[in-house]
């Protein structure tokens, strides 16, 4: 009998502001296997400055300024080899802002930058106002979900 392994998420952090990683890696898991992710389904997740991000973002989608998440999908079809669901890109320095902004916590809007990339790569779109409207429902539902406080 072959045992699933545990959804494997990588956090790196490249930037100077501290983060939780081994938090944001249960919210990975937890995110995508609410979303009915492969049990070996494996997710990297990048951290880094505003800098960063705005070139990923000229590079790969031709749009020359920072943005808060980008989320790169990749092949999930079935094979021999471990299903990668895809990487999240998240500036830290535009999280840090938009949390001042709303009113909440930084790692709190690292969460939900988390999971609204995650939705990207299980096929959520957020292209329309209605499509948004039940993307950010979503992520709400899924952030609820999310213990408080940080790792023990």
């Not at 991000?53 to 079935?78: E, G, H, K």
């Not at 009113?103 to 299980?122: N, P, R």
Request: net charge negative; aromatic share 4%.
């Amino acid at each position: 009998m072959r045992r699933c392994r545990r959804l494997l998420v990588h956090v790196e952090n490249r930037q100077k502001r501290r983060v939780d990683r081994p938090r944001l890696e249960r919210i990975a898991q937890m995110a995508m296997a609410a979303e009915g992710c492969p049990s070996d389904a494996e997710l990297s997740v990048v951290i880094g400055d505003d800098e960063w991000i705005q070139d990923l973002n000229r590079t790969y989608l031709t749009r020359d300024a920072p943005t808060d998440v980008i989320a790169f999908p990749q092949d999930m079809a079935p094979t021999d080899r471990v299903p990668l669901l895809g990487d999240v890109a998240i500036s830290a320095e535009t999280a840090a802002r938009q949390a001042e902004r709303l009113g909440h916590s930084f790692e709190e809007e690292l969460s939900i930058l988390l999971i609204h990339g995650i939705l990207h790569l299980t096929g959520w779109s957020d292209e329309t106002p209605a499509k948004r409207r039940r993307m950010m429902q979503r992520t709400a539902e899924l952030l609820a979900q999310v213990p408080c406080g940080p790792t023990p």
